[in-house]
């Protein structure tokens, strides 16, 4: 695996690292889940995985989750977007 700067996972990490900054009101309800939730647990073993991933996935445990603020409004304003 090549690390740099500008290396995939490095990138991802960096872009997951900020949406999670991003949504400090809602970390209590915030899961992280897919490859990155992988790669951040076992990277003390061996897995038969690809090397690095460049999205990230996180999903809301809406039993917790607060209304305010919301999720969509803090993510613009920090400048992410649909795509």
């Not at 872009?15 to 490859?35: F, K, N, R």
């Amino acid at each position: 695996m090549v690390f740099g700067a500008n290396s995939t996972d490095v990138v991802a990490r960096r872009a997951l690292m900020g949406a999670l900054e991003t949504l400090q009101p809602h970390l209590d309800s915030l899961i992280l889940v897919g490859a990155q939730a992988v790669y951040l647990n076992s990277n003390h073993i061996e897995l038969p995985l690809a090397p690095a991933t460049s999205d990230a996935d996180i999903a809301f445990d809406t039993r917790s989750l607060e209304v305010s603020p919301e999720i969509g409004e803090l993510l613009r304003e920090a400048g992410y977007s649909p795509n």
